[in-house]
Structures are given as structure tokens and as C-alpha cells.
């Protein structure tokens, strides 16, 4: 089987199942001949269990203007602020403290981020979220 000649990437972070023709999805996708109903309902349908959260999304463009797309896991700082319920971090994360995490919330959000992450074990990745969460202006409960 003959590979497909790649022609780009496109990253893109949407709100899950909420994809639409509208910018920044439409005019990304349409610079390069995708059918941008067929990306969206694609999106939605497997993102539908995350539901407006953030997800960043990898878009493979071939020269035959198919494509394929990977779902990433959302940010470290959304998946924080959904667990801690937060609606932003702190302005200035150095002298402001806006929430205390505990280790073991880390573990639940690295769980989730742990193949997007460079990280050998689940401490590691933990240890990754509480450094986000901190540049956020939590503080971590050890």
C-alpha cells in the first residue's frame, strides 16, 4: 500500500463538540480544500464526551486533500481549572494565591494527560501538573 504524500499540519485548540465552519476552524481548513463540515462533524462526534472543553486537535493534510486528525489531551491549566472549578489563575502567581491542589488531584489530571506528557511514571507526570499549577498560582499540598 502506497503511503499518501503529506502536504501539512495544522494544530488547532477547539472547544469540544463545538467545532464550526466558523473561524478559526473555517478559514484554516478551507486555505486548504478540506471539506470543513466533514472535519467538524468528525470532531464533534468524538469529542462529544469532553464536551466545551479545550482540545487541541492535529490536523494531517495530504495532497489529495483528504486528511486525518489526533486528539490531544486539553491543557494542564484547563484540566486544572476544571477540577479546582476555577474560572482563570491567578494575575500574579507569585504573590497571589487563587486555590490549593492536592498531589493527589495532580495524579488524577496527569492520568488523564500522561500520553501527551514526556514523563517515564504517573509521579513524574503529577509532579509536571503541579509545576503548571503553581505558574497558575495554586498551591500544591504535599
Known amino acids: 500500500m502506497a503511503t499518501k504524500e503529506i502536504e501539512t499540519l495544522i494544530k488547532l485548540q477547539i472547544p469540544a463538540g463545538q467545532a464550526n ?22 470532531f464533534n462526534e468524538k469529542t462529544k464526551e469532553l464536551q466545551g472543553t479545550l482540545t487541541p486537535v492535529v490536523i494531517t493534510v495530504y495532497k489529495d486533500r483528504s486528511f486525518t ?19 482563570k489563575g491567578s494575575q500574579e502567581p507569585n504573590k497571589d494565591k487563587v486555590a490549593t491542589i492536592t498531589i493527589a488531584q495532580c ?32 498551591e500544591v499540598e504535599r
Open 69 to 87: 486528525f489526533e486528539i490531544k489531551s486539553p491543557p494542564a491549566s484547563t484540566l486544572i481549572m476544571k477540577e479546582l472549578k476555577l474560572k
Open 107 to 138: 495524579k488524577k489530571i496527569a492520568e488523564m494527560k500522561i500520553k501527551d506528557l514526556n514523563a517515564h511514571n504517573l509521579d513524574q507526570a503529577a509532579e509536571m501538573i503541579a509545576g503548571t499549577a503553581v505558574s497558575m498560582g495554586i
Open 21 to 42: 465552519p466558523a473561524p478559526p476552524v473555517g478559514p484554516v481548513l478551507g486555505q486548504h480544500g478540506l471539506n470543513i463540515m466533514d472535519f467538524c462533524n468528525a
